[in-house]
């Protein structure tokens, strides 16, 4: 079966900070992504943090509603369409996943303070829990470092 799901705790920084480090992984293992909001608002808060979470650089992407979502190595998003072919989904601010399926690799990314994305992660994780899927739970260390815990 298809479609592991990690499940990320933000309780030390916040997504702004952990979100290009997890995409730049992404990017050097050769994956696109699609990131998946349920905000159109996020969307442009997520276009800023990737146009300067590193002072040298910045990640490549596009959003879902522009030309050329196909081209894009990120895809920022408010569906889980995968219209750049990504291996792997970024899903935030509590969405509903699918189709873990039609990735290699499903994040859900969750903040410490967000009681409806916490109640909608530990649903998720139960019933990925129950169908037999592989899952893993990733909680941030005193230093920042994630360490997986289950």
Same mark, same amino acid.
């Given at each position: 079966m298809a479609g $592991?799901?990690?499940?990320?705790?933000?309780?030390?920084?916040?997504?702004?900070d952990a979100l290009p480090e997890l995409l730049e992984k992404t990017l050097e293992k050769g994956w696109r992504a699609l990131v998946r909001t349920g905000h159109a608002d996020h969307i442009k808060a997520l276009e800023s943090t990737l146009w300067t979470a590193k002072e040298d650089s910045f990640l490549a992407h596009g959003r879902a509603d522009e030309p050329d979502p196909d081209r894009q190595p990120i895809l920022l998003s408010l569906t889980e369409d995968n219209l750049n072919k990504a291996q792997i989904?970024?899903?935030? /601010?509590?969405? /509903?996943?699918?189709?873990? /399926?039609?990735? $290699?690799?499903?994040?859900?990314m969750f903040d410490a303070s967000d009681e409806p994305?916490?109640?909608?992660s530990r649903a998720l994780w139960k019933q990925a829990k129950a /169908?037999?899927?592989?899952?893993a739970y990733w909680q941030q260390s005193?230093?920042?470092?994630?360490?997986k815990k289950a």
């Open positions: $592991e799901l990690w499940f990320y705790h933000l309780e030390r920084t916040t997504l702004a989904l970024f899903a935030l /601010d509590g969405v /509903d996943v699918e189709n873990p /399926d039609g990735f $290699e690799r499903v994040c859900v994305a916490i109640a909608a /169908d037999g899927r592989s899952i005193i230093e920042g470092r994630w360490e």
